[in-house]
Nanobody, 120 residues
Framework: QVQLVESGGGLVQAGGSLRLSCAAS?????MGWFRQAVGKEREFVAT????????YYGDSVNGRFTISRDNAKNTVYLQMNSLKPEDTAVYYC????????????????WGQGTQVTVSS
């Protein structure tokens, strides 16, 4: 079992930036970020494969968010720029324990989430 711990959430004004971090306790393969706003279902944000060479973003964040990883630290990051009020949500880190197609929606481990609130 791998534990994932997110950090970096907080309150920011529209147009501002935050960087989320997710530290994994063990080896991971593809990792991703998801978010869930109040009253809405979970939404895909971004995913990155083991070597960082394949990245996908959700349409709502493409061009504003950047996912990256540092395998030496077992950590994945989400740099969020030009934040909008509609980005307000709990952000969850996820990881896989084996190779799967990068577009697969299946993840094996999930973090506890970190709150991001964007004010207008």
């Amino acid at each position: 079992q791998v534990q994932l711990v997110e950090s970096g959430g907080g309150l920011v004004q529209a147009g501002g930036s935050l960087r989320l971090s997710c530290a994994a306790s063990g080896r991971t393969y593809a990792m991703g970020w998801f978010r869930q706003a109040v009253g809405k279902e979970r939404e895909f944000v971004a995913t990155i494969n083991v070597n960082g060479g394949t990245i996908y973003y959700g349409d709502s964040v493409n061009g504003r968010f950047t996912i990256s990883r540092d395998n030496a630290k077992n950590t994945v990051y989400l740099q969020m720029n030009s934040l909008k009020p509609e980005d307000t949500a709990v952000y969850y880190c996820a990881a896989r324990n084996s190779f799967r197609p990068i577009t697969s929606e299946r993840y094996d481990y999930w973090g506890q989430g970190t709150q991001v609130t964007v004010s207008s």
